[in-house]
C-alpha cells in the first residue's frame, strides 16, 4: 500500500467528512420530526445573529474620540514631578 503525501491525506479526510456530512443532511431531510427541528433551531439562531448584528452596528456607527493626554512626560527638569525610588538622590 503506497503512503499519501500530508495533502493527499488531508483531501481524503476531507472526501470522507463530506460524505458523511451528506448522509447525515439525507438523514435529517427524511425524517419530518428532525427537520422540524432543525429548521426551528435555525430560526432560532437567525434571531442571535441578528440581534448580535445589530449590537455591532451601534458600536460602529460611533464616533471614535481620541483619548486625551493626562499629564506631561515625567523628566528631572519637570520640578512638579514627584521623586521616585530611582530618582531619589541616595545618602
Given at each position: 500500500?503506497?503512503r499519501?503525501?500530508?495533502?493527499?491525506?488531508?483531501?481524503?479526510?476531507?472526501?470522507?467528512?463530506?460524505a458523511?456530512?451528506?448522509?447525515?443532511?439525507?438523514?435529517?431531510?427524511?425524517?419530518?420530526?428532525?427537520?422540524?427541528?432543525?429548521?426551528?433551531?435555525?430560526?432560532?439562531m437567525?434571531?442571535?445573529?441578528?440581534?448580535?448584528?445589530?449590537?455591532?452596528?451601534?458600536?460602529?456607527?460611533?464616533?471614535?474620540?481620541?483619548?486625551?493626554?493626562?499629564?506631561?512626560?515625567?523628566?528631572?527638569?519637570?520640578?512638579?514631578?514627584?521623586?521616585?525610588?530611582?530618582?531619589?538622590?541616595?545618602?
Amino acid at each position: 500500500m503506497a503512503r499519501l503525501t500530508a495533502a493527499a491525506q488531508d483531501k481524503q479526510w476531507q472526501r470522507e467528512d463530506d460524505a458523511r456530512t451528506l448522509a447525515r443532511a439525507e438523514e435529517i431531510k427524511n425524517s419530518p420530526v428532525r427537520l422540524k427541528g432543525a429548521v426551528k433551531e435555525a430560526n432560532v439562531m437567525v434571531q442571535r445573529v441578528e440581534k448580535e448584528a445589530k449590537a455591532m452596528k451601534r458600536v460602529a456607527a460611533k464616533p471614535v474620540k481620541p483619548v486625551p493626554r493626562k499629564s506631561k512626560p515625567v523628566t528631572r527638569s519637570n520640578k512638579k514631578t514627584p521623586l521616585t525610588r530611582s530618582t531619589r538622590k541616595r545618602k
